[in-house]
């Protein structure tokens, strides 16, 4: 891949990972983190990544720095919560509809989380889901079903509750 193309690459996909890390981690400055990161790790390995391929390698690439992102912002908190020996309230009541589901989302397991944003509001079918999680349409279609039940039964508790 020449310069060019790699030029090229970044201006046909920042955007889209930009909102797809945006919307996973709820951060504007960690997604634009992210999605650095994995540009610099394409122009690392410019050399490997087939040309027709790279989109399904930017999306992948992308999920696991994430999945890294969240495992080690979790260490911390964890290690931040002992040291304050509590955890702040946080009152459904406060939020916002969005913000309620913004929530509910992301408290769904990382791989149910990435499936549903990238078909929901990426609009990505399941094979090329698949191909960038490495799982196949049928594996797809099961953790998109999950994930949207999951997200309904608990926006259900949280309209009892409110």
Excluded at 76 to 89: A, C, E, N, R, V
Excluded at 91 to 116: A, C
Aim: charge should be positive; charged fraction near 25%.
């Amino acid at each position: 891949m020449k310069k060019s193309e790699y030029t090229n690459v970044v201006h046909a996909h920042q955007v889209s990972l930009y909102r797809f890390a945006l919307n996973f981690l709820g951060s504007a400055e960690d997604a634009r983190d992210i999605v650095q990161d994995v540009f610099e790790k394409l122009w690392l390995n410019v050399d490997r990544i087939d040309q027709e391929k790279v989109k399904s390698w930017l999306f992948t690439c992308t999920h696991h720095a994430m999945l890294n992102f969240i495992k080690r912002r979790a260490r911390i908190d964890y290690m931040q919560s002992i040291q304050l020996q509590g955890t702040p309230h946080m009152d459904t009541h406060e939020f916002e509809s969005n913000e309620i589901i913004e929530r509910t989302v992301g408290m769904l397991p990382p791989l149910q989380k990435s499936i549903l944003l990238m078909r929901d509001l990426e609009g990505y079918s399941y094979e090329e889901i698949g191909v960038m999680l490495n799982l196949s349409p049928s594996q797809v279609k099961v953790y998109l079903f999950r994930a949207r039940v999951k997200v309904k039964n608990q926006l259900k508790t949280v309209h009892y509750f409110a």
